[in-house]
């Protein structure tokens, strides 16, 4: 049972628990898809960061995106791939969070993604908050608890 001592746990910053940008794959602005696929396909994620040339948030491209946009009524255009350009295709109307928010902010976006973007006042990139952490760090809270 979570009891209401729990409060305190839930104001814990995200600061805490956010992947760095340094370690999370991401494309950028004016790359084309068949870049952004071999990302895509290289680090196995389904999903990534689609950043500015000042590394500040805006999208996210995945490989349904890229296959979707080549699929023709009979067959996969592979050749239209290094025309495509990920600004194109991604998806901008994406949930992100801020720096400074808290760990239960965190935990309602991530109900509905298995990630978010955390971004500062700038929309600067600052890295990525996961379900995988939130749900470990709730794990560890709730068998200290007991």
């Known amino acids: 049972m979570i009891t209401v001592s729990s409060k305190d746990f839930l104001q814990i910053p995200i600061l805490e628990f956010i992947i760095s940008a340094e370690k999370v794959a991401h494309v950028q602005l ?3 898809a068949e870049h952004a696929l071999l990302v895509l396909t290289k680090t196995g994620y389904s999903s990534i960061p689609v950043l500015d040339v ?3 948030l805006q999208g996210l ?8 946009e080549i699929l023709g009524l009979e067959h996969i255009e592979y050749e239209r791939l ?19 928010e808290k760990f239960q902010k965190g ?4 109900v509905d993604n298995p990630y978010i973007c955390v971004v500062d006042d700038e929309k600067t ?11 470990k760090q709730m794990k560890k809270y709730l068998y200290q608890a007991q």
Do not use: E
């Open 30 to 32: 004016g790359n084309n």
């Open 54 to 56: 000042k590394y500040r």
């Open 61 to 68: 491209i995945s490989s349904q995106q890229i296959t979707d």
């Open 82 to 100: 290094p025309d495509l350009k990920v600004d194109d295709i991604m998806k901008k109307d994406i949930a992100v969070i801020h720096v400074d």
């Open 107 to 110: 935990l309602d976006l991530l």
């Open 125 to 135: 990139f600052l890295g990525i908050l996961t379900r995988r952490v939130i749900l």
